[in-house]
Nanobody, 124 residues
Framework: QVQLVESGGGLVQAGGSLRLSCAASGRAVNLYSRAWFRRPPGKEREFVAYISQSGATTAYADSVKGRFTIARDNAANTVSLQMNSLKPEDTAIYYC?????????????????WGQGTQVTVSS
């Protein structure tokens, strides 16, 4: 059983930066691979970034490559998403997810645990 809680969302101007964090608790939480997804207003949830158990493997959606960076601190049981050069189209609810398999996946159905989400709003 894993519990995930996101934080760090807010309102930012286009071109600015935000850092999201996901705190995890539960049994063997650092054995799970992790990901960030987002749900823009009126749209379905979409993949943003992935990180493996050790942090050695990362993957990003094309829309955020070069701007977003995912990282994990297993000692602190946290995963972060550093978001730079933000655009209005990045506006969404951002969700932290976890899965018990150490393989890359970019679909929501592959993940077993989800946080409640944190709102990111980027103004022009």
């Amino acid at each position: 059983q894993v519990q995930l809680v996101e934080s760090g969302g807010g309102l930012v101007q286009a071109g600015g930066s935000l850092r999201l964090s996901c705190a995890a608790s539960g049994r063997a939480v650092n054995l799970y691979s992790r990901a960030w997804f987002r749900r823009p207003p009126g749209k379905e949830r979409e993949f943003v970034a992935y990180i493996s158990q050790s942090g050695a493997t990362t993957a990003y959606a094309d829309s955020v490559k070069g701007r977003f960076t995912i990282a994990r601190d297993n000692a602190a049981n946290t995963v972060s998403l550093q978001m730079n050069s933000l655009k209005p189209e990045d506006t969404a609810i951002y969700y932290c997810a976890a899965r018990g398999l150490d393989y890359y996946a970019s679909t929501s159905s592959a993940y077993d645990y989800w946080g409640q989400g944190t709102q990111v709003t980027v103004s022009s």
